[in-house]
């Protein structure tokens, strides 16, 4: 069965870090690329980063740059996400999720497989 | 704010078919994907690219796409469709960056 595992979530105080795994099971892991998405209470989803199957390229939405740090272990069939300098505003359940592509008359992406998120407050 | 714009909330009848919809600059250039979330839990790909389906995913759910304008059409919704559904693409900047849209709280009357 594919499947994506999440952990690593808890209550952490504002300017603390935190380090988030997801495993991987069911599919040749390094071969896919990766995100993690995320949504706050009672909003919608956020993309926060992608990385590629090599881990070679990262991006990062700007909400989340040069706090949090995505990385992958593909020979543990793992990703994570090491989050630094926590802020309320990052309270949330955090998804990994596999991505997808393909072309057609336009290119398309998307997100196939995700777990069932591991939630993480930022609070005094 | 998002760059992929949705109506927050749509109601069907039924039965009835109902569209929703997903606008921005980056639907000229990508396809979106479509993911559907119940309360509670994960979100579930429903649509991507031109018009696929994953598999377990039932036909009724369909996707199209015009000029900057993305569609998730549900035609014959069941009670089981009500549901948050969310639009996803690249951003219309260039940088690679992926982007989800607020999201279409859907009630089946």
């Known amino acids: 069965e594919v499947q994506l595992v999440e952990s690593g979530g808890g209550l952490v105080q504002p300017g603390g870090s935190l380090r988030l795994s997801c495993a991987a099971s069911?599919?040749?892991?390094?071969?896919?690329?990766m995100n993690w998405v995320r949504q706050a209470p009672g909003k919608g989803l956020e993309w926060v980063s992608y990385?590629?199957?090599?881990?070679?390229?990262?991006y990062y939405a700007d909400s989340v740059k040069g706090r949090f740090t995505i990385s992958r272990d593909n020979a543990k069939n793992s990703l994570y996400l090491q989050m630094n300098s926590l802020r309320a505003e990052d309270t949330a359940v955090y998804y990994c999720?596999?991505?997808?592509?393909?072309?057609?008359?336009?290119?398309?992406?998307?997100?196939?497989?995700w777990g069932k998120g591991t939630t993480v407050t930022v609070s005094s | 704010s998002s760059e992929l714009t949705q109506d927050p909330a749509v109601s069907v009848a039924l039965g009835q078919t109902v569209r929703i919809t997903c606008q921005g600059d980056?639907?000229?250039?990508?396809?979106a994907s479509w993911y559907q979330q119940k309360p509670g839990q994960a979100p579930v790909l429903v649509i991507y690219?031109?018009?696929n389906r994953p598999s377990g995913i039932p036909d009724r759910f369909s996707g199209s796409s015009s000029g900057n304008t993305a569609s998730l059409t549900i035609t014959g919704a069941q009670a089981e469709d009500e549901a948050d559904y969310y639009c996803?693409?690249?951003?219309?900047?260039?940088?690679?960056?992926?982007?989800f849209g607020g999201g279409t709280k859907l009630t089946v009357l």
């Open positions: 069911g599919f040749t892991f390094s071969s896919y690329e």
């Open positions: 996803n693409s690249r951003d219309s900047s260039g940088n690679h960056l992926r982007v």
């Open positions: 990385i590629s199957s090599s881990g070679s390229t990262i």
């Open positions: 980056s639907l000229r250039s990508y396809y």
């Open positions: 999720a596999r991505e997808g592509r393909g072309i057609a008359a336009l290119y398309y992406y998307y997100m196939d497989v």
């Open positions: 690219g031109k018009n």
